[in-house]
């Protein structure tokens, strides 16, 4: 099974900060996840569409300037980052999961990749694209078809693996409270990845091994790392 780093490394640093990024590539994990919001144009890496949960500040992000937003203390003194200081912080040594929140965020992360491609040592089969915004991967696929993208869902609709494979997918994103035999069995046979989220308890990383999905989101990498070692 595959660790995804969720947030980063956000079970010991602050959640999609720099800070969490440099923990997981510190840990070795096989992909990266973070949530990408746009502000001022600029693309930056938030969980919410508000500032309050994760930063010492109040307000929606759309209603903030970028200056304001990265005024603010994202914890441990850290500044909400940009994707591109994640991308040149990863610097190709790892996957990363785009996980794209917001509307108006295919065209300029697309720009972004093909620059990130020369810049900071990634290769396109390195990037994950994901959302629970079904149109928004469908608009990458339909720009670059050769780019990897996950469809994401809170629950485990019964057709949803259909869905995820007409909308060529690479991957389906399943909340943890849903996943079943039937649902990995059924991906399986269309030829897409399982990749399961939030995974952070021993046992159910164990389940979800003999489950046989492909791979888990977890706040605690090197925990999951050791335990699937073992398994
Ligand atoms: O991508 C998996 C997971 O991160 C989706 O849910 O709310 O944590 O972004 P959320
Ligand atoms: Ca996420």
């Given at each position: 099974m595959?660790?995804?780093?969720h ?19 510190a840990?070795q ?26 930063t ?15 005024e ?20 190709g ?11 108006q ?8 990749i ?48 259909e ?69």
């Open positions: 595959l660790v995804f780093a947030r980063g490394a956000s079970g010991h640093e602050p959640e999609n900060t720099l800070l969490a990024i440099k923990q997981a590539l840990m994990v096989d992909a990266i996840e973070v949530d990408v919001h746009l502000s001022d144009g600029e693309l930056i890496v938030i969980h919410d569409r508000w500032v309050n949960k994760t010492n500040g109040q307000g929606k992000i759309n209603k903030l300037s970028f200056k304001e937003i990265r603010l203390d994202a914890g441990k003194g850290q500044q909400v980052p940009t994707l591109e200081e994640v991308l040149a912080t990863i610097n040594r790892c996957h990363l999961n785009i996980e794209l929140k917001a509307d965020t295919v065209l300029p992360v697309l720009d972004l093909d620059e990130a491609i020369i810049k900071y040592n990634f290769s396109y089969n390195q990037f994950l694209f994901s959302s629970f915004n079904h149109h928004l991967l469908f608009e990458i696929k339909s720009i670059k078809p050769e780019l990897n993208i996950g469809a994401l869902t809170a629950s485990c609709p019964l057709t949803y693996a869905f995820a494979q007409h909308l060529n997918a690479y991957s389906v994103h399943i909340n943890i409270d849903f996943i079943n035999q039937k649902f990995v069995n059924d991906a399986h046979q269309r030829g897409l990845k399982v990749f399961v989220y939030t995974v952070d308890d021993e046992d159910d990383i164990s389940e979800m091994h003999y489950l046989g999905v492909d791979g888990i989101f977890t706040n605690y990498p090197t925990k999951s790392l050791v335990k699937i070692a073992h398994l």
